[in-house]
């Protein structure tokens, strides 16, 4: 079982549609990071939320974390083919002595 | 540009080849990482760099052996590999290797594709 859940594993839509994908944990984490990562490169760091119900924005994309700092999820707002890629979600609790990935959504925005 | 540099990006090695893979990072970080990434698998953690001593290695085969001569240097040895360890191989990089409320983030670099024919 991963530390990290993520939802959807797949997700397939038209160009201008809105989605939002999920980071679900039953731990508490200290601090979790969003990365989008394309074929054949490395994870690209998009945001780090560390404050139970944070919100940030980066141009279309808004990132949550939960109030019990257990889960997260990132929404985009009128996705466009440039968004397709792999997005992870990583993060330890204060206990944790290493970081952990969720397995993925993997996104296919289509023109 | 994420201040981790790896090098090669591609590298194609026959079975029986010796071969290293180098990581370099310019961010001022304690710990490396090695990662495995393949199409079937999710990102797997390999080995763990702090202050240039190894504190985790995740059950590795010995076929794959990391150097860590100074913070800002990792590479993987690769000898005698197998066709199933074709993969992207990432390194990374963070403050600490322990996640913390002030924000500790891993930073990957480019990865390199190795195909092991």
């Given at each position: 079982?991963?530390l990290?859940?993520?939802?959807?594993?797949f997700?397939?839509?038209?160009?201008g549609?809105n989605?939002t994908?999920?980071?679900?944990?039953s731990?508490?984490?200290?601090?979790?990071?969003?990365?989008?990562q394309?074929?054949?490169?490395?994870?690209?760091?998009?945001?780090?939320?560390?404050t139970?119900?944070e919100?940030?924005?980066?141009?279309r994309?808004?990132?949550q974390?939960?109030?019990?700092?257990?889960?997260?999820?990132?929404h985009?707002?009128?996705?466009q083919?440039?968004d397709?890629g792999?997005y992870?979600?990583?993060g330890?609790?204060?206990?944790f002595n290493?970081?952990?990935?969720?397995s993925?959504?993997?996104?296919?925005?289509?023109p | 540009?994420t201040?981790v540099?790896?090098t090669?990006?591609?590298l194609?090695?026959?079975m029986?080849n010796?071969k290293?893979?180098?990581?370099?990072?310019?961010?001022?970080?304690n710990?490396?990482?090695?990662?495995?990434q393949s199409?079937?698998?999710p990102?797997?953690?390999?080995?763990v760099?702090?202050?240039?001593?190894?504190?985790?290695?995740?059950?590795?085969?010995?076929r794959?052996?990391p150097?860590?001569?100074n913070?800002s240097h990792?590479f993987?040895h690769?000898?005698?590999?197998?066709?199933?360890?074709?993969?992207?191989y990432?390194c990374?990089?963070?403050q600490?290797?322990?996640p913390?409320s002030?924000?500790?983030?891993?930073y990957f670099?480019e990865?390199?594709w190795?195909?092991?024919?």
């Amino acid at each position: 079982t991963q530390l990290l859940e993520q939802s959807p594993q797949f997700l397939s839509i038209q160009e201008g549609e809105n989605l939002t994908v999920y980071c679900n944990s039953s731990s508490v984490f200290s601090s979790l990071q969003w990365y989008r990562q394309e074929p054949g490169e490395g994870p690209v760091l998009l945001v780090t939320v560390v404050t139970g119900g944070e919100v940030k924005k980066l141009k279309r994309l808004t990132f949550q974390f939960g109030d019990a700092r257990k889960d997260s999820s990132l929404h985009i707002t009128a996705a466009q083919p440039g968004d397709t890629g792999l997005y992870l979600c990583a993060g330890g609790g204060y206990n944790f002595n290493k970081f952990y990935f969720g397995s993925g959504t993997k996104l296919n925005v289509k023109p | 540009e994420t201040g981790v540099t790896q090098t090669p990006r591609h590298l194609v090695m026959g079975m029986t080849n010796k071969k290293s893979l180098k990581c370099e990072q310019h961010l001022g970080h304690n710990a490396m990482y090695w990662y495995k990434q393949s199409a079937k698998k999710p990102l797997e953690l390999m080995f763990v760099y702090n202050f240039k001593e190894q504190t985790e290695n995740n059950s590795v085969p010995s076929r794959f052996s990391p150097e860590c001569p100074n913070s800002s240097h990792l590479f993987l040895h690769l000898h005698t590999l197998q066709p199933e360890d074709s993969a992207l191989y990432l390194c990374a990089s963070s403050q600490d290797p322990r996640p913390s409320s002030s924000g500790n983030t891993i930073y990957f670099g480019e990865g390199s594709w190795l195909t092991v024919v």
